[in-house]
């Protein structure tokens, strides 16, 4: 038995492939490469985070990405005039907007939309005419969905980090308060009409009781899977994630 609301689906983010390659210089290995391992292991859709000082993947990564993907792309970007320009020209089938600081070694937080609603509302609008799917990825707080909900997203994305890091320290009763604040939130946003997604730090020990949630349309899962692509191969590890998902949903 499966979520009345759908199947749960599973985004692939193949940033840290590229993060490999850029170590090394060279084209190896090649994140287009594994997007397509990727599709074949049942993914749903590939995320790809276009950052400001471009520390992993490139301009010319997003160019293939849209040439040879089966999948939609979820374009992870800043809201910033470049980033808009390059979305506007390869209008990818979603694009998530992320907040984003140089010193950050990965995305740290959601994003603060109650305080920007005016610049966000006029940003994403373009984005919206052009046919892109606008997300927003934002802490599991209700202020910050209602701002999302206002300004014209039709996708939220819950950053599920704090959950993640509380449950791999051993914090439990942290750990129980965000995945807590997540479900609820989840509820809230689906009744404000919105699709809920989540990301960020999940891993096979965390991605069940999230994937359990029925408001949550897709997980993006990145770092983790590329990290036991190395131990077990990436087919596999998406597949076993994919198993772990659907095994929560049922």
Known sequence: ??????????????????????????????????????????????????????????????????????????FEMAATDEMQAIALRHKPHAVCIVPEKREERTTEGGLEVAREENRLAHFIAPLRDAGCRVSIFIAADKRQIEAAHRIGAQVIELHSGAYCDAHHEGRFEDRDRELDAMREMSAFAHGL?????????????????????????????????????????????????RRLMDEARA
């Open 1 to 74: 038995m499966t979520s009345p609301l759908g199947r749960l689906r599973l985004g692939v983010n193949i940033d840290h492939v590229a993060t490999v390659r850029n170590a090394r210089g060279g084209d190896t290995p090649d994140p287009l490469r594994a997007a397509k391992i990727a599709e074949a292991a049942g993914a749903d859709g590939i995320t790809a985070h276009l950052r400001e000082d471009r520390r992993h993947i490139s301009d010319a990564d997003i160019e293939g990405l849209m040439d040879v993907l089966e999948v939609p792309l979820n």
């Open 193 to 241: 009409g919105l699709e809920v997604h989540v990301g960020h730090g999940l891993t096979y020990e965390t991605v069940a009781p999230v994937a359990a949630f029925p408001e949550v349309m897709e997980l993006n899962i990145g770092h983790f899977l590329i990290g036991e692509a190395i131990f077990l191969g990436l087919d596999p590890a998406i597949r076993e994630m």
